[in-house]
Each structure stands twice: as structure tokens, then as C-alpha cells.
């Protein structure tokens, strides 16, 4: 990946290196009966556009209609 050394060492990634990366969706599990509370879906660049959480159900319980986006 693309990026240079800082004044005092330390690695520094460019800031425009991730414009053109996959986005990346943080989903919570809402189902009170589901241990997992979290989880991140990283999209290919093949994605279609608009492809959102409903598109998806959690990997551990299997709901899909206990999914919600995670606003960062």
C-alpha cells in the first residue's frame, strides 16, 4: 500500500489510498436470542450499488430481519 515514513518514524498511510477501495458495511444483530452483536461485511468491487443490510442475514443466527447498518 501506498504511504511514507512520518517526522518520527512512525508508518503513514496516504489519505486518498482508500477512495477507491470496496465499501465496507458494519452491521448489529437486534435479536435479544443472538450472541453476536457485530460484524463487518466487506464488499467486492463486483457489488452492485445499493446493495444494503437487507440484502444480508447474520451469520450466526440466521435472521436477516435483526439487522441494522452501524452509523460510524
Not at 457485530?38 to 430481519?65: I, K, N, Q, R, W
Request: aromatic content about 10%; charged content about 25%; proline content about 7%.
Amino acid at each position: 500500500m501506498p504511504g511514507r515514513a512520518s517526522e518520527n518514524g512512525a508508518f503513514m498511510f496516504d489519505p486518498d489510498v482508500g477512495a477507491g477501495m470496496p465499501k465496507t458495511l458494519e452491521v448489529a444483530c437486534t435479536d435479544e436470542d443472538c450472541d453476536l452483536d457485530m460484524f463487518e461485511l466487506h464488499y467486492t468491487y463486483d457489488m452492485p450499488d445499493g446493495t444494503g443490510v437487507e440484502a444480508f442475514a447474520c451469520p450466526y443466527c440466521g435472521s436477516a430481519d435483526a439487522l441494522e447498518e452501524i452509523q460510524v
